[in-house]
């Protein structure tokens, strides 16, 4: 089984950005969706960004239209891009290759270890 590095968290004001990286060991072309989770203490692990082969992508509510996922296929890496950030966007974040965006929570890989990503008000 392949790994997640993801990288590119700190801690930043609202209102800026930050992008997140994930380098997987594995070509990421052979699967269907890519996906970006964040889990906020006392929290579950949801879905905030995904992203199929195809190029169609999903977006949790709370981050519509301020985050984007991409890939750059020929680095096997995803990226999240996070602009307009908020307090409650504060939460360790992670990547990884779920079944499909139809089931995002049963994923192909062990977790990675995360990055964690800060705004303060």
């Known amino acids: 089984q392949g790994q997640l590095m993801e990288s590119g968290g700190g801690l930043v004001q609202a209102g800026t950005s930050l992008r997140l990286s994930c380098t997987v060991t594995r070509e990421i072309n052979r699967f269907k969706a890519l996906a970006w989770y964040r889990q906020a203490p006392g929290n579950q692990r949801e879905l905030v960004a995904g992203?199929?082969?195809?190029?169609?992508?999903q977006y949790a509510d709370s981050v519509t239209g301020r985050f984007t996922i991409s890939a750059d296929y020929a680095k096997n890496t995803v990226y999240l891009q996070m602009n307009h950030l908020k307090p409650e966007d504060t939460a360790l974040y992670y990547c990884?290759?779920?079944?499909?965006?139809?089931?995002?929570?049963?994923?192909?890989?062990?977790w990675g270890r995360g990055t964690q990503v800060t705004v303060s008000s």
């Open positions: 990884n290759i779920p079944e499909s965006l139809g089931v995002p929570m049963t994923v192909y890989f062990h």
């Open positions: 992203l199929t082969r195809d190029g169609v992508t």
